[in-house]
């Protein structure tokens, strides 16, 4: 158990200095191709190298090491996660994947395997510098397009330039980025950002599906009117309309199970102490692991909306202004997941994902699976996000014991 | 009718010509003392002359005409409004109490009274430039101190200087403002700013009393999430909570007559559309003819969000912002004016302002009425603010069938 909690201890320690690595001082923001990137990719690199494997930088910039096999020249299981981070991050949304993936080769040592064993260190998962997320793996998965390369950040430069700033070359990008062709399997460990683990008192969970969203937008436009003047029943308030909707959508997503709806953003005008609201605008994001439940749900919930606004006068018009699918992960792999989180003293828990990952963007091309080890408070992109020693222990354990269990498939393949 | 439709429509074009006094081109904004107020005044005052009334301006800068009795010395009925305005105002909140006191006189014409009758146009009621309201009828009622003398405007010039700037004599405010102290009587006419007599189909009503108003702000604190990763039984989502006391809010106002009750404003952080919003500010409006009622419903709302909030484990506080008492208007004058309503072939509804208005300032001072014409559209504070040719005809011949009443009450005093 010691030597256990200190494996553990050192996925942390390291992801703790990753995160002293950053564009901003006295924070941890470490966005794509930044100047604080070549220092997380120099540490980064030193360490691979320390355990022993290949290393390369492909030509997004992602850091990639490789444990060959004896026994195969190309069969390969590939382990990711992403290095960049949102503004003001945590130390392991992205990082606590990569460095849980070195920790488990280091563990492995010389053990013979029938596969290779390549890790990746993804450089662009949150999106934050050009407002574009995934596009790391996007780029391992063949899909970058001349409009994601003409893509400019806030300060006017080009996806394409900005690898080439970085000394990559964006002609490359096809043969340098693509994962091995023979990969058979992929697993994508990361935080669960989340409350579900604690609320349940597990490590950890395997991810069966990321699941799917549909952002909308509303806007309830009544009458703006005096607010002393104006009997009640003559009103045509948007805010109480509003109100009665935000309170329905509450109580149709308690109500059916997997669902979650929620209104963010809310802005009520003229937004005077004493005026009746006369516009209200919001925003709806609804996700649930079927996709067919989805639009199901925001069917009922855009009914329901019309109802509020009609019974005070008002009227509502909904734009749908984003929709993504849900991904399922491997069900094979999940399944052989969770019987090695059994056989290593877990329960083999499974749940869905509310967050998108790269692992959405691999899975059309290859098996796809991830672990999610809990999250401590359920804090992500914020300074105090954390992980505890015994569940990241947890989930070494866990991913040892697959990757183990996996000699045998990777043979039969 | 022909002859009562043309004194109805004069007056409208009064109110039309005066709102094209402007201190900003192509709308209507005629602040406290500003460069277009001496234009309005002017105005005002020639055609005050021509009605044959004694002009002058007092020291706060209102503007007084009086119709001298043969029969009285010092008893004086006094018609008020104010002149100056919101910023792009329409023309009738103000103006046509004035100019309807006015055409009353101009229409009373030689006929002999045992009462003097006194015009003011208040010169400051809305408080925009020293984010003050009545302050001209407070000087009227002898209430002007050093500290409303200090007050500044936006740019920096106080009360004092502004006075002064305009040829006004601010060490004369007491005696130059007052009103007579004989007088017996006062009457405000005022546009409704409502929807209650265009919903009856009335042209008027008395109104008995202005009531009082209770404005808090709450704060719901619950805890920002991700809002694809918490499950609903999880959340502790400030705006599903502060959205259902919105709701609560309006059941409870729809429930108790009288009672209005308004949030205005609301804000709900960190705003975006993915995450849970953590903390709701909002603001609460309360009116009631009778104070004991508000006050009950105040603390009958704080104690429903108290309960919206727990359900979700939020926490609510509340500050109160603002308190007015609720006043009275003369319960003598109130039914004299409903009595002359009928006399002159109109209802004699009598009903609640829900806004403030001059006449609660002076009616501690002196038995004072107001008469509401109707507001089409209930529109006000707006640049299509309107006034209909029959609702002022009505009032017209209201105020005069009330002043002609006036006598026998004028010789008994």
Redesign the interface.
């Known amino acids: 158990m010691s030597l256990s909690r200190t494996r553990a201890a050192k996925v942390i320690e390291r992801c703790r200095e990753l995160s002293r690595i950053t564009d901003v001082p006295g924070e941890t923001t470490r966005l794509f191709l930044s100047r604080a990137t070549h220092a997380a990719h120099a540490l980064l690199l030193s360490w691979m190298r320390q355990a022993g494997l290949e290393t390369r930088t492909d030509d997004i910039g992602n850091v990639r090491g490789v444990r060959r096999s004896n026994a195969s020249d190309t069969s390969t299981l590939l382990l990711f996660s992403h290095i960049d981070t949102v503004p003001n991050a945590g130390a392991f949304d992205g990082p606590l994947g990569v460095l849980l993936g070195l920790a488990v080769m280091e563990e492995l040592g010389a053990t013979e395997l029938p596969f290779n064993i390549e890790l990746i260190a993804f450089s662009e998962e949150e999106g934050i510098r050009f407002s574009f997320p995934f596009l790391s793996s996007t780029a391992a998965a063949g899909g970058i397009t001349h409009d994601h390369l003409r893509r400019k950040d806030a300060a006017g430069i080009s996806v394409e330039q900005a690898l080439r700033d970085f000394g990559l070359n964006p002609e490359r990008l096809g043969e340098s980025c693509a994962f091995s062709p023979a990969t058979f399997a992929a697993l994508e460990v990361h935080i669960?950002?989340?409350?579900?683990l604690e609320?349940e008192d597990l490590s950890l969970a395997v991810v069966q599906s990321i699941?799917g969203?549909s952002?909308l937008r509303l806007r309830f436009e009544g009458q703006a009117?005096?607010?002393?003047?104006?009997?009640?029943?003559?009103r045509r308030?948007a805010?109480?309309a509003?109100?009665?909707w935000?309170?329905d959508?509450?109580r149709f997503?308690?109500d059916h199970k997997q669902?979650?709806?929620?209104?963010?953003?809310?802005e009520?005008l003229p937004?005077?102490?004493?005026?009746?609201?006369g516009t209200v605008e919001l925003?709806l994001?609804v996700?649930h692991p079927s996709d067919d439940s989805r639009h199901a749900a925001v069917g009922v919930l855009l009914t329901k909306a019309q109802r509020a606004a009609e019974l005070r006068g008002v009227q509502v018009k909904a734009t749908v202004?984003s929709e993504q699918k849900s991904v399922a992960m491997d069900a094979t792999l999940a399944a052989s997941l969770a019987a090695a989180a059994e056989r290593a003293g877990y329960p083999g828990r499974t749940m869905f994902?509310?967050?998108?990952h790269d692992a959405m963007i691999l899975a059309p091309h290859v098996p796809t699976i991830m672990l999610f080890v809990r999250s401590p408070g359920?804090l992500?992109?914020h300074p105090d996000e954390a992980a505890r020693e015994e569940n990241v222990e947890a989930a070494i354990a866990v991913v040892i014991e697959w990757v183990l269990g996996l000699r045998q498939g990777a043979n039969d393949s």
């Not at 005096?226 to 009640?232: L, Q, R």
């Open positions: 669960e950002q989340g409350p579900v609320a699941i969203q952002r009117n005096h607010a002393g003047t104006t009997p009640m029943p003559l308030d805010l109480t509003a109100a009665q935000i309170v959508v509450e997503a308690l669902l979650v709806a929620t209104v963010g953003r809310i009520a937004g005077a102490v004493n005026v009746i609201p925003t994001d996700r202004a994902s509310g967050a998108g359920s992500s992109h």
